[in-house]
Antibody, heavy 119, light 108 residues
Framework: EEQVLESGGGLVQPGGSLRLSCAAS????????MSWVRQAPVKGLEWVST????????YYADSVKGRFTIFRDNSKNTLSLQMNSLRVEDTAVYYC????????????WGQGTQVTVSS | EIVLTQSPGTLSLSPGERATLSCRAS???????LAWYQQKPGQAPRLLIY???SRATGIPDRFSGSGSRTDFTLTISRLEPEDFAVYFC?????????FGQGTKLEIK
């Protein structure tokens, strides 16, 4: 069974940093692009970032460009999201998801990790 | 960015009834690159449909997707108790991909 499992969320002050991790299993991790999608109560679902299967190409939503960095370790089947200069509006549940196409649908999703940015 | 508008916001039906959920795009979705997801409280979204009409692995055939260009529909032919949830559409034909705001399907 294909699975992804996020970790690393928490409470952080505005301007702070946090690193999210995602452990994948049940599929050949290095064959697929991976993405982060977040869900906030008011804004709904929002694509955040995608990384190619090799890790050589990355894409970001305008709202996080220059502040977030996505990277992966194919030898360890892990995906990460380094979040710097966090803002209150970054508060959301962050999901890791496998992307069968570089720009496509997401399947499966992890259970999500809560990130709260507040003073 | 393509804006997706889902309707209705809430749909109240009984088990056994047919559900029809709409997703309208602000401009044409390239190659019918549209997906549907189901989300239950406290859970992650689950892929139901991709490519507007292709069912994901393991999804019962009571779920079907249709439509093209700007108008898409998710139909659940006969509602089962486990189908009451929130449903989202997503377009991935134009960057950045975008999601609709969701339709809540509740038990009448």
């Amino acid at each position: 069974e294909e699975q992804v499992l996020e970790s690393g969320g928490g409470l952080v002050q505005p301007g702070g940093s946090l690193r999210l991790s995602c452990a994948a299993s049940g599929f050949t991790f290095g064959d697929y692009a991976m993405s982060w999608v977040r869900q906030a109560p008011v804004k709904g679902l929002e694509w955040v970032s995608t990384i190619s299967a090799s890790g050589q190409t990355t894409y970001y939503a305008d709202s996080v460009k220059g502040r977030f960095t996505i990277f992966r370790d194919n030898s360890k089947n892990t995906l990460s999201l380094q979040m710097n200069s966090l803002r209150v509006e970054d508060t959301a549940v962050y999901y890791c998801a496998k992307a069968p196409l570089l720009f496509g649908w997401f399947d499966p999703w992890g259970q999500g990790t809560q990130v709260t940015v507040s003073s | 960015e393509i804006v997706l508008t889902q309707s209705p916001g809430t749909l109240s039906l009984s088990p056994g009834e047919r559900a029809t959920l709409s997703c309208r795009a602000s401009r044409s979705v390239s190659s019918n690159y549209l997906a549907w997801y189901q989300q239950k409280p406290g859970q992650a979204p689950r892929l139901l449909i991709y490519g507007a009409s292709s069912r994901a692995t393991g999804i019962p055939d009571r779920f079907s997707g249709s439509g093209s260009r700007t108008d898409f529909t998710l139909t659940i032919s006969r509602l089962e108790p486990e189908d009451f949830a929130v449903y989202f559409c997503q377009q991935y034909g134009s960057s950045p991909g975008s999601f609709g705001q969701g339709t809540k399907l509740e038990i009448k």
